[in-house]
């Protein structure tokens, strides 16, 4: 089976972003790593599967268990991933343009703990021309249980102006390629849900 474009080739295959990294204190794992090559030709694997993090103890909170933020954390890594591996990385920022998260959902089903080594996935639920609609999944990687999901919409916008607007053609054209493999995919059971207090009707 062919490998995915996908962590390992991110982080050994491609080598440091010649776009030179801006000074700031937040920084992902994959920061710097220039986004590998589209293949047109190569399969999209449905779902991607970008990365594969094991607990660390930063992570995990007074409860004894990794803090609600941290699930958010891993998410932002896997969205890190996906954009190197459409194509955005600190060269496609720099030239003036990026993806903006503007909504999100978490769902927390189970707990993680201290070296949990945990198998993420990603499914691209939706896209527009200016839009994606991404959902992430983590499971225990020795168990397969499923630990949490999350849910997002992304924006592609100008940076310079500030306000969304259309991807360039060759990024669009990814994005389609990943949205037509990941099409049969189930739509999974937490996506597009709402946050209430459901009562019995009296």
């Known amino acids: 089976m062919q490998a995915a474009r996908g962590f390992a080739e991110l982080t050994m295959g491609t080598g440091t972003d010649s ?3 801006a000074e700031h204190g937040f920084r992902t794992p994959l920061e710097g790593v220039a986004a590998a090559a589209w293949n047109a030709a190569a399969a999209v694997p449905a779902p991607l599967r970008l990365i594969s993090p094991t607990v660390p103890a930063e992570w995990v909170d007074y409860n004894g268990h990794m ?8 998410f932002g890594d896997q969205s890190d991933a996906f954009f190197r591996f459409i194509g955005i990385d600190e060269a496609y920022r720099a030239a003036g343009h990026s993806l903006f ?8 089903l189970a707990e993680a703990h201290l070296g949990d080594r945990l198998n993420l996935s990603l ?7 200016r839009r994606l609609h991404i959902f992430h999944a983590m499971h225990n ?3 397969g249980e499923l630990l949490a999901t999350g849910e997002q ?10 306000r969304s607007a259309p991807m360039p053609p060759e990024l669009h ?9 990941h099409a049969a995919l189930p739509v999974p059971a937490q996506a597009g849900r709402n946050i209430a207090i459901r009562r019995e009707p009296r």
């Open 67 to 74: 803090s609600e933020s941290c699930y958010l954390l891993a």
């Open 101 to 108: 998260t503007v909504q999100t959902m978490i769902f927390n």
């Open 153 to 162: 919409m992304l924006v592609h916008v100008d940076l310079a102006a500030g």
């Open 123 to 129: 499914q691209l639920l939706d896209a527009d021309d």
């Open 173 to 181: 054209a990814r994005v389609k390629a990943v949205l037509a493999a």
């Open 19 to 21: 776009a030179e990294v």
């Open 141 to 143: 990687a020795d168990s």
